[in-house]
């Protein structure tokens, strides 16, 4: 075999054992980042509880594309000693931006078009900015070994199996007053009531917009929410409760923008005499 030979399958054997790293895109190019399924795991496997039933089986969860494996967001959990624990509606791994991660609330700035007159989200650098909601079988029947594939897979297909027979809504449970929640095309889904239906369980996408006036206070926005199966007669259960968290920034003040643009100016002049010393 020749050494150029031996090379390439060197590199693909390393291509194989290299883990997707968690900036690796699937759907983000789209706006995507959150997926929807329901946890077929019924016995949890590792950590404090392991070896008892898992309590968010056949429960609908928000997954967070991580890269090559998901993060569940709110799902149940128990608490407690092991022998008689209690069971939590969420768990310690419930907010957007994950707590782990460190990162402040996303930033809300300025819109335009319909939200010409607010502050919405946008996507930034920050991972958690890609707001979008599909269903996991968006991310079926991709080819073997690609990103979706990967990622549809993970957790031991813990999560792929079909969510037929389901409808899915978004129930807001509470948020910040002042905080609102549209689409590119409607600002206010939740006008008449607390519950947004997102579609059939294997096909739907929900590209949400978060938004407060022109004049909210500057402050940290909180939303509180559950994914509810809203099809009569299905067996699949409803998710436990999560939070997405927003940043409205203080306007600074008159006399901030006058120092600034003082500033500015004393530095502008600095520049000048230097060039103008450099000249001669």
Partial sequence: MSLTSKSS?????????????????????????????????????????????????????????????????????????????DILSTNTNNRIPEISSKEEPLPLAQGN?????????????????????????????????????VLFQSGNNRWSDQLNDVEIGLRLVESTPGLHFGTETTKDVYAGSDIFTLGAGNDFEFKPVYWVDTAAPAGIYSATFELLNTETGSSILD???????????????????????AGLLLAGSIVRRRLHWLHY
């Fill in 9 to 85: 399958i060197l590199g693909l054997v390393a291509l194989a054992l290299t883990p997707f790293p968690s900036s690796a895109a699937s759907r983000h190019d789209e706006g995507i980042r959150f997926y929807i399924g329901y946890d077929g795991l019924s016995t949890l496997t590792s950590g404090t509880y392991a070896g008892l039933s898992n309590p968010n089986s056949n429960r609908l969860t928000l997954l967070l594309d991580h890269g090559n494996h998901f993060h569940g967001i709110g799902t149940y959990s128990y608490t407690g000693p092991t022998a008689s624990p």
């Fill in 239 to 261: 998710s436990g409760t999560f939070h997405f968290d927003f940043k409205v920034s203080p306007i600074p003040e008159p006399h901030t923008y006058a120092m600034f643009l």
């Fill in 113 to 149: 078009g319909i939200y010409a007159d607010t502050l919405r989200t946008n996507v930034s650098s920050s991972k958690y900015s890609y707001l979008g909601i599909a269903s996991i079988q968006s991310l079926a029947n991709h080819p073997s070994g690609s990103m979706e594939d």
